[in-house]
């Protein structure tokens, strides 16, 4: 009896459902309960002041396009007034092709056409009407995306790269109120501080540079972050932080980024700084005497850096006004470069593009694909003897192949490789030789120039100047030219990164007769120069009369040096010169034993000061 009280409830409720459904067969067309959606991203708000930065705008909005966040979840605030050149026209032009992409968008000038506040003595200095100024705005932003019940907001200065697209997500998953992406620059300035001092000014650490230089990872409470920055507005104690008013305990001399980190330290919030991966790219500040136009070349040699790592693009939503190049104080400049390595090729040529240098590509000649046959034909003869200091092997195909692509930029001709650009053929009384693997020093094209205005104005009888080496000879310093700053007498050196040659050294170097003793380029330059150290291999070179100088501080470096990522060497990696069966890859079996050609070399014992952060 008990077994069947309890199933009446059972066959009723069966019951029941064959009535609702009409027969048992209909349960079985019951679809799954469906999952749920996925939340919404968060809504961000970007804030965008520029001022004067029409030069830095097309790329630094192609960051902000190529940001991997949805753009219906992004709101533009945007604001720019006393403008010299056309920031303001590429704003708007900007903001008026994005507009439908992003959830909304706010631009935000003035009818006032003053170029300058009262009391500015130029477009660096930052007079107390100007800070104010400036942290109006950015209180202006911060009060928009509250209004919009906005979840964060980016300030990013509008000379920032933001190179890595993922760099939103990632600040957001960090889950802090206040935090950076750590953003690099050619020095160890950075957008954080480590240390503060009483009048609230930067104050060095021992923390700065391992945290700078990615030696501790990860999110790093820090007394000041700026430039570019998330604040996550959903917190209860964001609702305390201002830029403006000033607080009213505040204690230090007007500066936006220092009233800020006072405001979050009355609020409770601390700063966090994040290094976990590569975010951006900054340029390092300007002192209050410097130029617009010296502005504009520092941005260039910053998106240069970039450009080693990222194939940069400006925004596909402004006029791309193309940039006057011309060719410094040369008669050509000549670019040597492998056919098969294109990704060098295109990263020189933007780079050389946004440095408005003019360049006529030269081919490499590839030192694997030259065969035995081809050396017998040209004549070619190892140097008796020679071995690398390093490894102590012989000459390989691939040093080879990169003396031939100097020679030919050298000599009026060579059998089996038609020529159509040669210093000695065109009577070019002085040309740039640069090779593919690269990286600019800051200000390169005026520095660069300059000196080359020096030695002519002191009549200097040269026929060779590296521009790009690394020393070898480190114990002594080397002696200065007289009456040309920034040049010096070169001892023992490698590379051949870049040099400027003349009309009379490139005749030198070909009376030499160097294709019947090879040996690698960057050994014969010193030996031409009568500074190498091994004076049995000068003994084949009668005159050894080359008029050598080097640019001091150096203007080129190796974009990448042996063992780092990314490093690749086609002289070292190829076939003994006289045996196409042996294969050799010297650099990467002798990175973590000895020294090796491609490395960075020893640094100056008289040159050796502390690099600073700011």
């Not at 003035?110 to 506040?117: G, I, K, L, V």
């Not at 080359?452 to 002696?479: C, F, H, S, T």
């Amino acid at each position: 009896m008990l077994s069947l009280a309890v199933s009446m409830p059972v066959q009723l409720l069966f019951s029941v459902v064959i009535t609702w459904f009409g027969s048992s067969d209909a349960l079985m067309d019951l679809e799954p309960i469906r999952a749920e959606s996925p939340l919404l991203r968060p809504k961000v708000m970007i804030a965008i002041l520029a001022r004067n930065s029409e030069h830095s705008l097309p790329f630094y909005l192609g960051c902000i396009e190529r940001l991997d966040y949805p753009k219906d979840r992004i709101a533009i605030w945007a604001a720019t007034d006393h403008n010299t050149d056309n920031t303001t026209a590429m704003l708007q032009e900007w903001l008026s092709g994005m507009e439908s992409l992003y959830h909304s968008v706010r631009f935000r000038t003035t009818d006032d056409d003053r170029s300058s506040y009262v009391d500015e003595l130029g477009p660096k200095h930052w007079p107390d009407s100007r800070f104010t100024h400036v942290m109006k705005l950015k209180q202006a932003a911060l009060r928009s995306a509250r209004a919009q019940w906005a979840d964060y907001i980016l300030f990013a200065d509008s000379d920032n790269l933001l190179t890595n697209p993922d760099v939103l997500t990632k600040l957001i998953a960090e889950n802090r109120t206040l935090v950076a992406p750590m953003l690099e620059s050619r020095t160890l300035y950075s957008n954080f501080w480590c240390g503060m001092s009483m009048q609230g000014y930067y104050k060095r650490t021992e923390e700065y540079i391992p945290i700078r230089n990615w030696k501790r990872i990860g999110c790093h409470a820090v007394p000041m972050i700026h430039s570019t920055m998330l604040l996550d507005l959903r917190r209860n104690s964001s609702k305390a932080l201002a830029f403006y008013p000033v607080h009213q305990t505040y204690p230090w001399a007007l500066d936006d980024i220092m009233v800020f980190s006072f405001s979050a330290r009355q609020a409770g919030v601390q700063m966090f700084v994040c290094n976990r991966e590569h975010y951006g790219y900054l340029p390092i500040p300007l002192s209050v005497q410097q130029t617009l136009d010296e502005e504009v070349e520092s941005f260039s040699h910053t998106l240069t850096e970039a450009m080693l790592e990222y194939p940069l693009e400006p925004s596909r939503y402004l006029y791309n006004l193309q940039k006057n190049k011309d060719r410094l104080a040369f008669d050509e400049i000549y670019l040597i470069n492998l056919e098969r390595r294109e990704d060098r090729r295109d990263r020189m040529l933007r780079s050389l593009e946004v440095l408005g240098i003019e360049v006529t590509l030269s081919d490499a000649v590839d030192g694997k694909a030259l065969n035995s046959s081809q050396l017998q034909a040209l004549g070619i003869e190892m140097l008796p003897d020679y071995q690398d200091p390093y490894s102590g092997r012989v000459l390989t195909r691939g040093e080879v192949g990169c003396f031939l692509s100097h020679y030919n930029i050298w000599t009026q001709n060579l059998s089996g490789f038609p020529l159509e650009l040669e210093v000695v053929k065109q009577q070019q009384q002085q040309v740039l030789v640069l090779e593919d693997d690269v990286r600019f020093e800051l200000n390169f094209k005026s520095r660069l120039n300059t000196i080359m205005e020096d030695a002519k104005r002191a009549q200097l009888n040269w026929d060779l100047i590296y521009v790009g080496r690394k020393r070898l000879q480190v114990k002594r310093p080397e002696n200065w030219v007289k009456g040309v700053k920034n040049l010096v007498n070169p001892d023992y050196s490698y590379w051949t990164l870049g040099y400027a040659l003349s009309l009379q050294g490139a005749k030198k170097l070909l009376d030499a007769q160097p294709l019947s003793k090879m040996l690698p380029v960057d050994e014969f330059l010193p030996v031409m120069f009568n500074k190498h150290p091994k004076k049995e291999y000068m003994a084949h070179f009668e005159q050894r009369n080359l008029l050598a100088f080097s640019v001091e501080p150096l203007l080129l470096y190796p974009t990448h040096y042996t063992g780092e990522p990314g490093y690749t060497s086609d002289t070292e990696t190829s076939t003994i010169w006289d045996d196409e069966n042996k294969a050799t890859d010297w650099d990467r079996q002798l990175t973590h034993k000895k020294r090796n050609r491609g490395d960075a070399g020893p640094t100056p014992t008289w040159n050796r000061g502390h690099g600073d952060e700011l």
